[in-house]
Nanobody, 122 residues
Framework: QVQLVESGGGLVQAGGSLRLSCVASGNIVSINVMSWYRQAPGKQRELVAAITSAGSTNYGDSVKGRFAISGDNAKNTGYLQMNSLKPEDTAVYYC????????????????WGQGTQVTVSS
């Protein structure tokens, strides 16, 4: 079993910054991809950013140039640096990971954290 725990959310004024962290623990051989998603009230969950174990990154159009995803493979931890925050960034932010849990198989499973609230005031 694998657990993902997010932290770093909170209330910030527009134009401010926050840094989210996601720590993965449990039966982990490797984390192939770590992603951040967000879901605002009444809206569908959307991809914010993703990073592979090789360091390749992908961002949602609405956050390009403002957010930066990074990871520490040795610590099984991912980060999302959020700058120039806007009220429309308000949402619950979820960490997700594609994890390999067996040294004898290349199969992976998807795991989700519980989410952390980010609120940006105008």
């Amino acid at each position: 079993q694998v657990q993902l725990v997010e932290s770093g959310g909170g209330l910030v004024q527009a134009g401010g910054s926050l840094r989210l962290s996601c720590v993965a623990s449990g039966n982990i051989v490797s984390i192939n991809v770590m992603s951040w998603y967000r879901q605002a009230p009444g809206k569908q969950r959307e991809l914010v950013a993703a990073i592979t174990s090789a360091g390749s990154t992908n961002y949602g159009d609405s956050v390009k140039g403002r957010f930066a995803i990074s990871g520490d493979n040795a610590k099984n931890t991912g980060y999302l640096q959020m700058n120039s925050l806007k009220p429309e960034d308000t949402a619950v932010y979820y960490c997700a990971a594609v994890v390999r849990t067996s040294a004898w198989s290349l199969m992976t499973d998807n795991y989700w954290g519980q989410g952390t609230q980010v609120t940006v005031s105008s």
